[in-house]
């Protein structure tokens, strides 16, 4: 009788391991993901070649986007 009383203490101490490294090995995933939405930057679209670049890479000219001075000078 003990030893089927200690098997199942092994069985449940062996899921709430189990379980425990499967919470740990998320945590860190989710801060990862927060962390890489933060670093997402707004893509804007160029007016002249249609091309999506980050909004800080931009040229931002009487509230239109372009990719370029070129593209600026173009339209
Ligand atoms: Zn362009």
């Known amino acids: 009788m003990w030893k089927l009383i200690l ?4 069985i449940w101490l ?5 379980r425990r490294n ?7 995933k989710t ?3 927060i962390s890489l939405n933060d ?3 707004d ?3 160029c007016a002249t ?9 931009a040229f931002l000219v009487g509230g ?12």
Do not use: W
Not at 22 to 28: F, L, M, Q, T
Not at 49 to 57: Q, T
Not at 64 to 75: A, N, Q, V
């Open 7 to 10: 098997l199942a203490l092994i």
């Open 14 to 18: 062996g899921f709430y391991i189990f």
């Open 22 to 28: 499967i919470s740990d090995s998320k945590a860190p």
């Open 31 to 33: 801060d990862e993901n």
């Open 39 to 41: 670093d997402v930057e």
């Open 43 to 45: 893509m804007v679209q």
């Open 49 to 57: 070649c249609a091309v999506h670049l980050p909004r800080s890479e």
């Open 64 to 75: 239109i986007f372009y990719c370029s001075e070129l593209h600026i000078k173009r339209t």
